[in-house]
């Protein structure tokens, strides 16, 4: 072999021991960047959880305790938002309790007339028909009852019934749904410049309790966070 090969084949050996030697220096270094990482990730994440959790359970204890509390007063209207119809074209369970409590506020003086929301669901009529159907047999005059069959949210459900409002005059009501609702309730009708007085339907003490609100929870994050008002 001719010695300047030689020297070249030493020199290229070099090269690569040096190159090797540099790459292992800086999988370390990389390997301890990360090993950093993963502890302090370690150490936050369950404190991140932890906090967002508590500020979660905080949010379901305001919206329920904010529900629990009747504050119906002499208004314009009384309206009722909707729920679900069941498979024999009756108010469920929710629609029923909420139209029952809204015709007890209506007996006792509380508003002249009353709005039920709520388009078609799964099952027909529409939900706010099965309410108002509901409502004239327990003695409500149909003169007094006005519905809006197109929503299909609570943000709809306020729209049209603040439509409504406008349309009679009507400033202040008071809004009746379950008790979970009835922040969110508020909330948008006072973006219509609306007065709201909300008024808790009597709610089942059961899981459902929990889940709605902790679903309702969910709702107002979703608006707080994305800016909107639904």
Wanted: net charge positive; with cysteine.
């Amino acid at each position: 072999t001719p010695p300047e090969w030689r020297t070249g084949l030493k020199f290229h050996a070099f090269s690569c021991c040096a190159t090797s030697v540099f790459c292992y220096a800086e999988i370390v270094k990389t390997a301890n960047r990360t090993v950093k990482f993963l502890r302090v990730l370690t150490w936050f994440a369950p404190c991140a959880l932890g906090v967002v959790a508590l500020a979660f359970g905080a949010t379901m204890f305001a919206l329920d305790r904010f529900g629990q509390s009747n504050r119906a007063r002499r208004s314009g209207a009384i309206v009722v938002l909707g729920a679900a119809v069941n498979a024999y074209g009756m108010p469920g369970p929710n629609l029923r309790a909420r139209t029952l409590h809204a015709v007890k506020l209506f007996e006792q003086g509380y508003a002249p007339r009353l709005i039920f929301t709520g388009g078609l669901g799964k099952n027909p009529p529409s939900e706010a028909k099965a309410a108002a159907a509901l409502a004239q047999r327990r003695g409500v005059p149909a003169s007094a009852i006005y519905t809006e069959t197109k929503s299909t949210s609570t943000r709809e459900n306020i729209e049209y019934a603040a439509q409504i409002c406008r349309e009679l005059g009507v400033r202040d009501v008071i809004v009746v749904s379950d008790p979970y609702h009835l922040w969110r309730a508020r909330r948008n009708f006072h973006g219509q410049n609306i007065r709201a007085y909300p008024s808790p339907s009597p709610n089942r003490e059961d899981g459902s309790r929990f889940y709605m609100t902790a679903r309702e929870a969910l709702l107002v994050w979703r608006d707080v966070l994305f800016f909107r008002v639904s």
